[in-house]
């Protein structure tokens, strides 16, 4: 799987509409704020067209894609983190992705009502912001006099830990998301066991009027500078335009994509930020049986890539056999690749790169 990314925002914001049409699910998308009663969770392939030029190439028995699973949150809104609207609940899912998707209203209907009065984006976000922030001071609150009264005491955990806390703490109080603060890779892993929500991954989701595509009203350009701001990324769509692509063939789609002045989907869009935002590659194994897509973190030694199949693969991890995709296309054949002296071995400290495709070789 690519990766799990929770979709927030203040109610009739278009999160509901968003998740209906990248998903293709039917999440409730009402002018009501609290209709989404559970999150949904939707599985959407990854568009990748170089795993459909090897699925011809090899034709395989199956061909399967890597996936990113959307959850739809329900809308917060001031309070949240105190049990207002649907409360607790709903943020407590966002602990279990890697990604957030900030959706932010950047559109007038008159007929879908705004839940704070009237449309203003850097308003919106603080609000989210906030009740993240409460949320996770909550966390640190439960853990922290415990491990200050430990670290009094000598015990070598806990003084390691206290410093880190104390920065957290204070930055929450003050509503400054986890995110903005800088903490580095070793502080990171000391919090890592709260899944505080506030140090995961933003994107921002800038959801706008079809008429404003593709780059947006002057409203847009409040979500970017925050975007800007946390090192993050702003992605514009229209959800009435997503739920309307849904429904028309691939062909009617790059027509309608064309008269909007727009490359891709949105779902394209969006899923190419998270990857880009979380430092995801994917690499492909190929072979009569299975044309298949895999996603790993940049950076990821061969056996890590292997055991993303399965763990005996990295425990037994001998070598693996590497192709360019490119490559394979090109000369159309492994055998082709190998003559032309482009077929690697490779062994424990290779580097996975991003459209590599792999054969690994294990002991058992």
Not at 130 to 147: F, G, P, Q, V
Not at 172 to 185: D, F, Q, S, V
């Amino acid at each position: 799987m690519g990766f799990k990314c929770g979709i927030v925002g203040l109610p009739n914001v278009g999160k509901s509409t968003i998740f209906n049409a990248i998903a293709k699910a039917h999440a409730a998308a009402s002018n009501y704020p609290f209709c989404t009663i559970e999150p949904n969770v939707g599985m959407v392939p990854v568009p990748d067209p170089r795993l459909w030029e090897l699925s011809k190439l090899y034709k395989p028995q199956k061909t399967t894609p890597t996936t990113v699973e959307f959850y739809d949150i329900a809308g917060l809104v001031a309070g949240a983190s105190k049990g207002e609207g649907l409360g607790n609940q709903f943020l407590g899912h966002i602990k279990e992705v890697e990604a957030i998707l900030h959706v932010v209203r950047c559109f007038e209907d008159p007929n879908i009502v705004h839940v704070s009065g009237g449309i203003d984006p850097e308003r919106d976000m603080d609000v989210i912001d906030t009740e993240l922030c409460l949320k996770d001071l909550d966390t640190i609150n439960a853990r922290y006099e415990k491990t200050e009264k430990l670290a009094r005491t000598g015990d070598k955990d806990a003084k390691e830990k206290m410093p880190v806390y104390e920065k957290a703490k204070k930055a929450l109080e003050a509503g400054t998301p986890l995110r903005r603060i800088g903490l580095n890779e070793e502080e990171k892993k000391l919090v890592k066991d709260m899944a505080f929500i506030t140090l995961k991954t933003v994107l921002y989701c800038a959801n706008v009027a079809e008429k404003d595509l593709p780059t947006g009203g002057p409203w847009v350009e409040v979500v970017k500078k925050r975007a800007i701001a946390e090192n993050s990324q702003t992605v514009v769509i229209s959800g009435k335009v997503e739920s309307e692509l849904i429904d028309l063939s691939e062909e009617d789609q790059q027509v309608f994509l064309k008269e909007l002045g727009l490359e891709e989907p949105g779902l394209n869009a969006l899923i190419h930020a998270g990857y880009k935002a979380l430092d995801l590659i994917t690499y492909f194994t190929a072979g009569e049986k299975e044309v298949r897509a895999w996603t790993v973190r940049k950076g990821s030694k061969a056996p890590q890539a292997a055991g993303v199949i399965h763990s005996d693969f990295e425990r037994g991890f001998i070598r693996a056999e590497v192709m360019r995709c490119a490559d394979l296309l090109k000369y159309g054949s492994q055998a082709a690749v190998k003559e032309k002296g482009l077929l690697r071995i490779e062994g424990k400290e290779y580097e996975t790169q991003d459209g590599d495709v792999m054969l690994f070789r294990f002991s058992v």
